[in-house]
């Protein structure tokens, strides 16, 4: 306790930083999370990412829709080389094609706070166990290989699918930032949900229990569900 007699948080007894996340590959029985290739990912994506009918894709992102492939690749190239946010694809592990793309973003190494963010699950890729592996693995290299205590993931406080998903995927709700940014000219608040490392081991045995082939039927459909799994660990 320091001379003051003040209450603080508890000594932190490795004063290493985290390693920043760089350009690798995270493989998966579904998925396979690679650098990006903007003009490959932009052949695959656009024909499912566009559209009136995936409108909805794109409300709460900070960029798009993109009225042409070409658009969409620009977009890709200018943030395939940037070191905060650093995106990755997400691809059919079989067959190699793009279904979405995710990136870690809000880099803090001398805090090890990192965010997930700018997350685009095409339609080929939503409610799948792909998606689900997709995010376990990004969880997984956080905290096992790069060496974060704390991982988020942020949203507009009125994107209800965003929050169910940040929730089944074992984040935490922490509160609303009011007013927290201006996107495509609106104003947003902003949901806050964390997970941390000690909260990891936990969270990381729910996914895997639940990616097991064991957890599927013959028409490829959960027999238990991911929070159910985790509530009961």
């Not at 993931?153 to 929730?167: G, H, M, T």
Request: charged residues 25%.
């Amino acid at each position: 306790m320091p001379s003051a007699e003040q209450p603080v948080g508890p000594a932190v007894s490795y004063a290493e930083p985290a390693t920043r996340p760089a350009a690798t590959t995270l493989e998966g029985r579904f998925v396979r999370l690679t650098p990006p290739n903007p003009g490959e990912d932009a052949a695959d994506l656009f024909p499912v990412v566009s559209g009136p009918e995936n409108a909805a894709l794109w409300t709460y992102l900070f960029n798009g829709p993109f009225a042409s492939e070409e658009a969409l690749s620009a977009e890709f190239a200018k943030t395939a080389g940037l070191v905060d946010p650093v995106f990755f694809a997400i691809r059919d592990a079989a067959t190699g094609r793009a279904l979405g793309r995710a990136s870690y973003m809000r880099i803090e190494p001398n805090h090890r706070v990192i965010e997930v963010g700018s997350i685009l699950f095409s339609p080929l890729l939503q409610r799948t166990p792909a998606a689900t592996e997709a995010m376990y693995l990004m969880a997984r290299h956080v905290f096992e290989d790069l060496g974060y205590r704390r991982y988020e993931w942020k949203c507009d406080a009125l994107n209800a699918p965003s929050r169910a998903a940040a929730v089944r995927f074992g984040f935490r709700f922490e509160g609303v930032f009011r007013k927290h940014m201006i996107v495509k000219s609106r104003s947003r608040d902003t949901a806050w949900f964390a997970m941390t490392d000690d909260e990891w081991p936990r969270v990381k045995a729910a996914f895997e229990r639940w990616l097991e082939p064991a957890n599927f039927d013959a028409e490829g459909r959960q027999t238990r569900r991911l929070e159910e799994i985790r509530a009961k660990l």
